[in-house]
Nanobody, 125 residues
Framework: VQLQASGGGLVQAGDSLRLSCAAS????????VGWFRQAPGKEREFVAA????????SYVDSVKGRFTISRDSAKNTSWLQMNSLKPEDTAVYYC???????????????????WGQGTQVTVSS
């Protein structure tokens, strides 16, 4: 399955943004979904993940309480709702299919074998 992120943009600190992740070419419901991000000059990092059935979620500490991951397998789509955005959230955001939400949260990018095109999120202060 291939996942494509979209919905990025330029916002101000404190604003909200919702990223979308559209799946194609496979059985979306068979995979957990993860969101990762990579800021300039930094390594790619785990942001959030959701289990196959959407019953379990995991977040990196820096976004807990501000970001919410969700999915609708009937629509082959996942979303990342980002509230109270901060300049340090500026990065290219990627959505990926992974084995489990737990594996992606523990292993980070090492759990992922294929990356699609990301979407740029820029938060100005």
């Amino acid at each position: 399955v291939q996942l494509q992120a979209s919905g990025g943009g330029l916002v101000q600190a404190g604003d909200s943004l919702r990223l979308s992740c559209a799946a194609s070419g496979g059985t979306f419901s068979a995979y957990a979904v993860g969101w990762f991000r990579q800021a300039p000059g930094k390594e790619r990092e785990f942001v959030a993940a959701i289990s196959r059935r959407g019953t379990r979620t995991s977040y990196v500490d820096s976004v807990k309480g501000r970001f919410t991951i969700s999915r609708d397998s009937a629509k082959n789509t996942s979303w990342l709702q980002m509230n109270s955005l901060k300049p340090e959230d500026t990065a290219v955001y990627y959505c990926t299919a992974g084995p489990t939400a737990r594996a992606m949260s523990i292993m980070g990018p090492r759990a992922i074998t294929s990356w699609g095109q990301g979407t740029q999120v820029t938060v100005s202060s």
